[in-house]
């Protein structure tokens, strides 16, 4: 079974805060993604790789960076936090798109912005 | 471009009774997969049934879908809720090399 580790698990800033959010995944998928899950608008793509030093724009992009430095790692930066960031972040990765090859996921990054 | 809609945000049953959730796509590529991802609370969403075979039932854990591409849907389906099924349920497309496009997802609770 793929694995996809998320860090932190939970995390409470203030607006205007510095934030990291950590993934890692130990099977060598070139594809990793991150999404943000809120009642009603369910999983949104912020960010997603396709491999070391590649970044590409989802569809809710705005208010946060991303970097792949690894095969493994990828991270989610948000400079200025706002409250409207607090929400429930997953990181997931696969083999492929646009084929059967399925998304694996961590367990969440929980994010409050005061 | 590509999406899917799940009308349904919330479902409420009755242990016992089936269940029938909604998923319709649209796609403007032939090759479409179709999945549905199942989310208990405090776990991983992980991978509960995919299909992309025309009219072919795909069935796991109890539940099985369907995909008609005639009408885009690929509903799911369970012949009797329990329980341990309350859940979020995402339904989402991947298709011509894009990108996966999830729905907004169905909060399913079941009650005694």
Not at chain 1, 26 to 36: A, L, P
Not at chain 1, 58 to 79: C, H
Not at chain 2, 68 to 73: L, Q, T, Y
């Amino acid at each position: 079974e793929a694995a996809v580790t998320q860090s932190p698990r939970n995390k409470v800033t203030v607006t205007g805060g510095n934030v990291t959010l950590s993934c890692r995944q130990t099977n060598s998928h070139n594809y990793m993604y991150w999404y943000r899950q809120d009642t009603g608008h369910g999983l949104r793509l912020i960010h997603y790789s396709y491999g070391a030093g590649n970044l590409q724009i989802g569809d809710v992009p705005d208010g946060y960076k991303a970097t792949r430095t690894t095969q493994e790692d990828f991270f989610l930066l948000l400079e200025l936090a706002s409250p409207s960031q607090t929400s429930l972040y997953f990181c997931a990765s696969s083999d492929a798109q646009g084929t059967n090859e399925r998304l694996f996921f961590g367990h969440g990054t929980k994010l409050s912005v005061l | 471009g590509d999406s899917v809609t799940q009308k349904e945000g919330l479902v409420t049953l009755t242990e016992g009774l089936p269940v029938m959730l909604n998923c319709t796509y649209q796609t403007i590529y032939s090759n479409a997969f179709l999945f549905w991802y199942v989310h208990y609370l405090n776990e991983s969403p992980r991978l509960l049934l995919k299909s992309s075979t025309d009219n072919k039932r795909t069935e796991h854990q109890g539940f099985h879908a369907t995909l008609h591409k005639s009408s885009s849907s690929f509903h799911l389906q369970k012949s009797s809720a329990q329980l341990s099924d309350s859940a979020l349920y995402y339904c989402a497309l991947s298709a011509g090399y894009q990108n996966f496009y999830f729905g907004k997802g169905t909060s399913l609770t079941v009650i005694p």
